[in-house]
C-alpha cells in the first residue's frame, strides 16, 4: 500500500500533521502520484487543484460550519471525486451523512510525542520570567485566529472569539488577568481587551518548537469555539498537562473531564489528571495504527 499525501502549504496546522505523518509512515507513503494506490487530502478543501484523479481518494473533512454553505457547496460539488471521508470526531461525522453517501471513518487526530516537550516547574519560571509575566497574573491563553481573513476586525464566528472575550472579562473581574496570544489575525480579541482595559501579550508567529514554552507561561487555556475538527490545543494541553477548558466541540469530549466542557465557561472547571489520562490514546506512534487501518481498510473494500 502506498499513499500520495497532498499538503495544502498554506503554514497552517495541517501541513505540520502532513509533516509528521509522512516523517513517521515513510514505509507506506510515496512522493509520486503516479506510484500511489491512493490519495489522502488532509485537506478536503484542496481537492480542485488536482486536473486528473484516476485511484481512489480520502478526503478529510475537519469540521462543517452550518452558517457557511459554500463549505457544504464544495462537498457536494466534489463528491463524486471521494471514494471515502475521513472525519477527525462523531460531530463532524454527523453533519457529513447529510451531504454524502460515502463511507465515513472517524480517527482522531494524534500529538507526536517528538514535537512537544513535557513541561517542568523550572519551565514555566522562565517562560513567566522571559515575557515579563509576575506571580500575581493570571495568565489565560488562546493560540488560534479569530477574525475573517477578508476583515480583519469582523470575528470568526466559528472560533468563539467573542465567547472568549465574555469569558476574560467576566474572570477580570475577580482575579489579574493577562491573556497570552498567539496565531495570525487576532484583531477581534485585541480590540476588545483593550477596550475592557485587559492586559495581553501578543506573539504572532511563534515558531512551532517555541510552543511548549508559551504554554509553559499559561494558568489556563480556554477553547471558546462554537465547531472545531480538534482543535489541537485539546490534545497539546493535555499532553503538556496545561489547565484547560472548552465549549463543547471537537475532540473535547474524548479528552476532557465532563466538568471540563460546558457552553458556559465560567461553569466549566479544568482537570490535569483526566486530560492526561486521556490523551494517552492519541499518542504516536500507536496513534497513526488506526490510520493506517483506515486505508487497508478502504483499499480493502474498493477491490
Known amino acids: 500500500m502506498k499513499i500520495w499525501l497532498h499538503s495544502p502549504k498554506e503554514s497552517w496546522i495541517v501541513d505540520r500533521l502532513v509533516s509528521e505523518f509522512v516523517n513517521d509512515n515513510s514505509d507506506i507513503i510515496t512522493q509520486y502520484q503516479s506510484n500511489a494506490d491512493l490519495i489522502w487530502f488532509m485537506a478536503g478543501w484542496c481537492i480542485d487543484q488536482l486536473q486528473k484523479i484516476s485511484i481512489p481518494v480520502v478526503s478529510t473533512i475537519h469540521h462543517i460550519v452550518e452558517d457557511k454553505s459554500s463549505q457544504r457547496e464544495h462537498i457536494l460539488k466534489h463528491d463524486h471525486l471521494v471514494s471515502a471521508y475521513h472525519v477527525p470526531n462523531e460531530r463532524t461525522q454527523n453533519q457529513l451523512q447529510k451531504l454524502t453517501k460515502k463511507p465515513i471513518i472517524t480517527v482522531p487526530y494524534w500529538i507526536d510525542t517528538k514535537t512537544w516537550s513535557k513541561i517542568t516547574q523550572i519551565d514555566r519560571e522562565l517562560a513567566r520570567n522571559s515575557l515579563g509575566i509576575d506571580t500575581t497574573q493570571y495568565v489565560i491563553g488562546s493560540f488560534q485566529r479569530d477574525s475573517e481573513g477578508f476583515d480583519n476586525n469582523i470575528p470568526k464566528l466559528e472560533k468563539g472569539p467573542d465567547i472568549f472575550c465574555d469569558y476574560v472579562e467576566n474572570i477580570a473581574k475577580q482575579k489579574n488577568v493577562l491573556v497570552l496570544l498567539s496565531g495570525y489575525r487576532r484583531n477581534y480579541v485585541m480590540n476588545r481587551l483593550k477596550q475592557a482595559n485587559i492586559k495581553f501579550i501578543y506573539l504572532e508567529q511563534v515558531p512551532q518548537l517555541s510552543m511548549s514554552w508559551l504554554y509553559a507561561a499559561l494558568d489556563l487555556y480556554v477553547v471558546s469555539s462554537r465547531c472545531e475538527g480538534g482543535p489541537q490545543a485539546l490534545l497539546e494541553c493535555a499532553y503538556l498537562e496545561v489547565p484547560i477548558i472548552s465549549t463543547p466541540v471537537g475532540l473535547a469530549e474524548n479528552i476532557l473531564d465532563s466538568k471540563s ?16 489520562y486521556k490523551i494517552q490514546n492519541f499518542i504516536t506512534p500507536h496513534a497513526y495504527l488506526e490510520y493506517r487501518n483506515m486505508f487497508t481498510k478502504i483499499l480493502g473494500e474498493l477491490k
Open 261 to 276: 466542557i460546558n457552553i458556559d465557561l465560567t461553569k466549566a472547571v479544568p482537570n490535569i489528571e483526566t486530560a492526561s
